[in-house]
């Protein structure tokens, strides 16, 4: 199988919103008149963002949702995307999993594989995504203010005890708990629907990858602002419930791959904003507030200060 019979056989398919999918030298692509295109590109490589003996299927699932996630925290709707791919080998039974993971995630949130590229080499993912937002309407990070409060979807920490688990660490985990948590981690949701309801609701947002203390401090930092976290109202999964309380904070407040989103709103939208999880059939937890002042502090129930030993991943640190 060379490389053009690889493309036509797992990722091609007829263009639909594209005016020119695959095949060409580019892809011609046009927004709908008064949209602007919120562009993401990520890339995984094995050994740093998955394990080597993954399942393809749900590795191109977690692929593609993680792109999706970045379009969810701008309040953008998924429209195309490209597909990198480096390969130590063209396997067949690898390359229709994970192509049938990303279509099944493509099709079902409406984003149209529209170009790409495959080379030989150590596994790597890249994809790119565009999705359309209304001008001026889009989710920044920029726009908390103190008095805001904080909002989490979804339940925080589960997918960070997998990775712990799975790097060798003894958690005191049940199979169904660790079934959970190897499911968050390997299929996460990117909160699509949320992200587009939240315009004009929510005064910023982003997408939790590396952890909420961590990425709440981004928020933060492009508001020119601070944050307080209340650690008795933190959706902490109940699969964690057995483990000790700070390893529970660890994972829920600085454990990465959760994929839920974090946003700030006005307390007068609360009410709002409690009919729309009502309406998605998705919990979300009002979790602390802005406040005026820089970084991220987190609390328990009782106003005292809760370390933690770690506040987000970094792939730079030393
Ligand atoms: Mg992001």
Redesign the pocket.
Known sequence: MNEFELIARYFQRPAKRALLGVGDDCALLAPRPGMALAV?VDMLVEGRHFFADVDPEALGHKALA?NL??LA?MGAQPAWCTLALALPRADADWLAAFARGFYALAEASGIELVGGDTTRGPLTISIQVAGEVPLGQPLLRSGAQPGDEVWVSGELGAAAAAVMVRQGQQLVLDASAMAHCAERLDRPTPRLELGQRLRGLATAA????DGLVG?LAHICERSSCGAVLDWSRIPRSPMLAGLPEPLQQQLALAGGDDYELCFTAPAARSARIRELAQALGLPLSCVGRIEVGSGVRVEDGRAQAVTLAQHGYDHFAA
């Open positions: 993401s993680v996630s970045d925290a982003l997408d939790l990858s990425d």
